[in-house]
């Protein structure tokens, strides 16, 4: 459980460029587009364990991201990243099945804690269905 | 500011004086006129009364005064007739008959005389020693013999006492004689001087020269006033039997005077009376009025003046709240601005500094590589790039504070319960916590009626209080209680720490806007004023109770009644 796969997701380029590299050099599988539409349709090909998401980006914003990836795909685990300290947003993500949120700009550290705690959580969760799965057959 | 308030002053005091002026205009004017209206009534009719109650007076005392001459005339006719001119010119015949007469009509024939067509009293019984006078030269006498009959007026005559004469013609063998009787004057007197009403009223007769005919009352002077005039008028004219009128004195005193003719207009009977006097019964109603009246004027005055005081009192109060009100809207408003404008710069600011951490971080991670361990600068290199890390953080903390005092919460009223929304925003606060050590306490009431009113509001303040008192605490740590309960339909939740406290000197000051006593860049200075703007627009209360070295606690306060949930049918809403 070393390495896992990431997509960030934001319309700010420059900001996720260097977020990518930097996750890049930390052994984590990342990947950055710019919006909500074009990280749903990645995940459909390329199946990530954790997500992190904008909440404010132009068109499909990160709720409604966050509402569509938690449909298709129930087991990814997906951050939030708040512009500001907005309680509804942060309460709303929760409720939604989010894994915890940040604010901008974070500490990248903290994100990287985050980050793992959140992929633990889903490959607990998988392992937990695989072995449920091989017992039965 | 000075200046409005004395401009107010002013405002409110002409406000007092038209609204004084207003209602005892008001009032005092329909009293004047009633109380004028039934006056005047009143004197009208009064004054009637007493002019018709002296009318009858007078005509009655004219008419006795009247029969009285006459009868007296007629007694001597009687006598005259009945007896001869020889018969009467015995003395002690004559004598006789003013026995006879005075033992009939008392002492008011003083004596009789029977005088020849010479004007010589042949004979005479009475008194005084008039036999033989010689009376042709005498008014009286040449004006008997022109008339059959004749009452003269008072004068002293040969005896030189007031008297007056009455006298009858009669002839006798072709040659006319004449009896006469002197009146008594003061049997005549006692018929008008009897004639007496309050303290002025007096009667008195004059005759055609304005010569009194009886000894008056007062000592007035009958040759001015109208008295005259209404002699010569009333000789013309003597059909109005009895005229009335007023006369100013000598010492300007008003009198009323009624006056009537007698004896065919040759006297006048006049009575006369102080107007005052006269009208003593209305002067005394009229003052009673007037008193009664002046103190209405003074009641109405002092309530008028009592009660537009008060009430201009309390619409000061009601404008200085307006104006309060006014103020705090403006200030609101303010706020609201200055919060708009912030969040604008805050949002675009947000991002650019997101990024130029990350770069700084991106370089960081480079100077991990082999190729720049052995850099002379990676001492500096490291510290610049920290330098850039650290005020990055503070960039964010200032714009996060910012926009969460700028966003707009949201304001939907939706029902809820108070608990679960403090465990709610207690959750979200939990890790914070964690890391600074403090452990939190929830004290809360479950019987707590549902409320309506926008969560994200009341969260937002929940959620102020306690990352100040966490901010409190940071450093060394410590203990939360929040706690909600009802008393006396006041929803109280209070939130508690046990940190440093705040120093009397900051209190009165710590909800106003952008007061902080975190280090620059550490706090906007709004946390707490948008929780006392949220507070007080839910129509609560915020209050403060700190006390260095023990702790701080905040008590929201919010009336139950203006946040309950209206429709509880599904009683507490489990």
Same mark, same amino acid.
């Given at each position: ?137 | ?32 006129? &009633? ?56 003395? %002690? ?49 040449? =004006? ?9 007026? &008072? ?24 009896? =006469? ?88 009977? &006049? ?36 009660? %537009? ?19 705090? &809207? ?52 490291? =510290? ?69 009113? %926008? ?28 706690? %909600? ?23 009165? =000051? ?13 706090g906007t200075g709004l946390g707490l004023s948008i929780c006392y703007g949220i507070v007080k627009k839910l129509g609560g209360d915020i209050e403060v109770a700190s006390t260095v070295g023990v702790g701080t606690t905040f008590r929201i306060k919010i009336p139950l009644e203006m946040i309950k949930a209206q429709g509880s049918l599904n009683g507490k809403g489990e």
């Amino acid at each position: 459980m070393d390495s896992f796969k990431a997509l960030f997701v934001d319309d700010e380029v420059e900001f996720l460029d260097t977020l990518v590299k930097r996750m890049k050099r930390r052994n984590i599988q990342a990947t950055g587009v710019g919006s909500a539409e074009e990280a749903l349709s990645f995940i459909e090909t390329n199946p990530v364990d954790v997500v992190v998401l904008d909440v404010k980006m132009p068109g499909m914003d990160g709720i409604e991201a966050l509402r569509e990836i938690k449909r298709r795909h129930p087991l990814t685990e997906v951050i939030m990243l708040t512009g500001h300290a907005n309680v509804e947003v942060a309460i709303q993500g929760m409720e939604l099945g989010a894994f915890d949120y940040l604010m901008k700009p974070m500490d990248i550290d903290e994100l990287i804690y985050k980050l793992q705690d959140a992929y633990k959580k889903k490959y607990v969760h998988e392992d937990k269905i695989r072995r449920m799965t091989r017992g039965d057959k | 500011m000075r200046g409005s308030l004395k401009e107010l002053g002013v405002y409110y005091r002409n406000l007092t004086r038209n609204m004084v002026l207003l209602i005892t205009f008001v009032s005092i004017t329909p009293m004047i006129l &009633v109380s004028g209206l039934i006056l005047f009534q009143f004197h009208t009719s009064f004054q009637e009364k007493v002019h018709a109650h002296l009318t009858t007076l007078v005509k009655k005392h004219k008419q006795n005064i009247d029969t009285f001459l006459k009868e007296r005339l007629a007694d001597i006719r009687q006598l005259a007739r009945t007896f001869t001119f020889e018969e009467l010119s015995n003395e %002690s015949f004559l004598q006789d008959r003013l026995a006879t007469l005075q033992d009939e009509f008392g002492p008011v024939f003083v004596d009789l005389g029977v005088v020849n067509a010479r004007g010589l009293q042949v004979a005479y019984a009475g008194p005084f020693k008039l036999g033989m006078a010689l009376y042709s030269t005498a008014d009286w006498f040449q =004006r008997a013999m022109k008339s059959n009959a004749f009452i003269s007026d &008072v004068f002293l005559g040969l005896r030189g006492l007031p008297h007056f004469i009455v006298a009858v013609r009669e002839n006798w063998r072709g040659d006319p004689w004449i009896l =006469r009787a002197t009146i008594d004057f003061v049997a005549f007197n006692n018929l008008v001087e009897h004639i007496r009403i309050g303290e002025t009223g007096f009667a008195f007769i004059l005759n055609r020269n304005g010569e009194f005919q009886t000894k008056p009352f007062q000592e007035i002077v009958p040759g001015k006033g109208p008295y005259l005039e209404l002699l010569r008028s009333d000789n013309s004219a003597g059909e109005r039997p009895v005229s009335i009128g007023r006369m100013t004195g000598e010492a300007g005193v008003k009198n009323i005077f009624v006056a009537s003719p007698l004896k065919e207009g040759d006297w006048l009977l &006049v009575y006369q009376q102080k107007v005052s006097d006269a009208f003593s019964d209305f002067e005394r109603s009229l003052r009673v009025t007037m008193v009664v009246l002046l103190l209405g004027l003074i009641a109405i005055v002092t309530t008028a003046f009592l009660l %537009s005081r008060r009430m201009v009192g309390r619409i000061a109060k009601a404008d200085r709240e307006k104006h309060m009100m006014n103020e705090q &809207v403006v200030e609101t408003g303010k706020l609201a601005s200055v919060g708009e404008l912030a969040a604008g710069i805050a949002h675009e600011i947000n991002n650019p500094v997101a990024i130029m951490v990350e770069e700084a971080g991106w370089i960081e991670d480079l100077l991990e590589e082999e190729d720049f361990k052995d850099g002379a600068n990676l001492k500096e290199f490291r =510290r610049a790039l920290n330098q850039i890390r650290t005020q990055g953080k503070r960039c964010k903390e200032i714009t996060h504070k910012l926009l969460s005092f700028a966003r707009k919460t949201d304001e939907r009223v939706q029902e809820f319960r108070i608990d679960e929304a403090i465990q709610e925003i207690v959750a979200l606060s939990a890790q914070r916590a964690k890391y600074s050590n403090v452990t939190v306490k929830l004290n809360l009431s479950e019987d707590l009626p549902n409320v309506r009113l %926008s969560q994200a509001e009341l969260q937002q303040v929940l959620l102020n209080l306690i990352n100040n008192a966490l901010d409190a605490m940071e450093k060394q740590g410590g203990s939360l209680e929040i706690s %909600s309960r009802e008393e006396e339909g006041i929803l109280m939740i209070e939130v508690a720490d046990n940190g440093p406290g705040i120093p009397a000197a900051n209190l009165g =000051r710590i909800f106003d806007p952008f007061f902080t006593t975190k280090p620059v860049g550490k706090g906007t200075g709004l946390g707490l004023s948008i929780c006392y703007g949220i507070v007080k627009k839910l129509g609560g209360d915020i209050e403060v109770a700190s006390t260095v070295g023990v702790g701080t606690t905040f008590r929201i306060k919010i009336p139950l009644e203006m946040i309950k949930a209206q429709g509880s049918l599904n009683g507490k809403g489990e």
